[in-house]
């Protein structure tokens, strides 16, 4: 027959076993928030950082499908590259002449 021997704990060594579990949780808990490249803090810091570069990609291919639709407009409509060449260069048919009424051109003269 085998004996097995009942012991208990103290209330003394009871309190210290809680406050030792309670301070392994509260480090568990921590390591779990905090862990540098692991920690749920810096996944919610990637989850932004890539939220906000999905923004900026998508403001980029925008920008790039606006682009490419410019420069189809340039290569293919005459129109519209003379409008462009005479708001952005200045440029000027033959035989025509530009008047500028500003104000700024006036005191400059003077």
Avoid: W
């Amino acid at each position: 027959m085998k004996r097995t021997y009942k012991t208990s704990l103290s209330p003394l060594q009871q309190k210290k076993l809680c406050r030792i579990s309670l301070l392994l949780l509260i480090i568990l808990l921590l390591a779990i928030f905090f862990t540098p490249g692991k920690g749920l803090y810096f996944l919610r810091k990637q989850k932004l950082q890539v939220v906000a570069l999905n923004a900026e990609k998508q403001e980029l291919v925008e920008k790039n499908t606006a682009l490419r639709e410019e420069i189809k407009r340039l290569k293919t409509d005459v129109h519209y590259l003379e409008e462009v060449a005479r708001e952005q260069r200045g440029l000027l048919k033959k035989d025509e002449m530009v008047f500028d009424f500003s104000p700024k051109a006036q005191k400059q003269r003077k």
